[in-house]
T-cell receptor
Framework: DAGVIQSPRHEVTEMGQEVTLRCKPI?????LFWYRQTMMRGLELLIY????????DSGMPEDRFSAKMPNASFSTLKIQPSEPRDSAVYFC??????????FGDGTRLSIL | AQSVTQPDIHITVSEGASLELRCNYS??????LFWYVQSPGQGLQLLLK??????LVQGIKGFEAEFKRSQSSFNLRKPSVHWSDAAEYFC???????????FGTGTRLTIIP
């Protein structure tokens, strides 16, 4: 079975541009998580969904960040406008019934 | 609130030697416990998990971990490491009814020939 699929793997863009990260969870999984990983702050949970509904977005840094899950097989994390401090690796993970989370390979985002 | 401590930021071991990575958690009830491994440029891969039952848990790649409630620990072990085990290792804690995981800060493992 395919794992969690994220795209793009790498994104380099200029400050102020809109960035959209995409995630396809494992088929049948009902939870989806977005994380951010940096050297300074480690792995941070940004938001998670259950059955396409956002449950907890308390980790979203500010209003520039937004996430959607229009259906069970697709989610996006959007940053608008982007800033250099948003540079990080962003991971998507999914799980079934709140069990072990399975991670994608991440999107390495660089904001110049 | 739950928390996880991985006291060792970096560990170096010789290939073929045994390994133990420490993990301590803070949580009032019986936790769900996980170990993940992250190789450079990749996502986190689940090594093993503990939900209940036998306190010695076997995982992939020859790893095991033991849940010790009295010590609030869930240490990861491997009897003989291979060069391919060099990576970052993360311990995580969760609980029944709450799907959020709290991750430790990670332990970087270096293997020397």
């Amino acid at each position: 079975d395919a794992g969690v699929i994220q795209s793009p793997r790498h994104e380099v863009t200029e400050m102020g541009q809109e960035v959209t990260l995409r995630c396809k969870p494992i088929s049948g999984h009902d939870y989806l998580f977005w994380y951010r990983q940096t050297m300074m702050r480690g792995l941070e949970l940004l938001i998670y969904f259950n059955n396409n509904v956002p449950i907890d977005d308390s980790g979203m840094p500010e209003d520039r960040f937004s996430a959607k899950m229009p259906n069970a097989s697709f989610s996006t994390l959007k940053i608008q406008p982007s800033e250099p401090r948003d540079s990080a690796v962003y991971f998507c993970a999914s799980s079934l019934g709140g069990g072990a989370q399975h991670f994608g390979d991440g999107t390495r985002l660089s904001i110049l | 609130a739950q928390s996880v401590t991985q006291p060792d930021i970096h560990i170096t071991v010789s290939e073929g030697a045994s390994l133990e990575l420490r993990c301590n958690y803070s949580y009032g009830a019986t936790p769900y416990l996980f170990w993940y491994v992250q190789s450079p440029g990749q996502g986190l891969q689940l090594l093993l998990k503990y939900f209940s039952g036998d306190t010695l848990v076997q995982g992939i790649k020859g790893f095991e971990a033991e849940f010790k409630r009295s010590q609030s620990s869930f240490n990861l072990r491997k009897p003989s490491v291979h060069w391919s085990d060099a990576a970052e290792y993360f311990c995580a804690v969760g609980r029944r009814g709450n799907e959020k995981l709290t991750f430790g800060t990670g332990t970087r493992l270096t293997i020397i020939p």
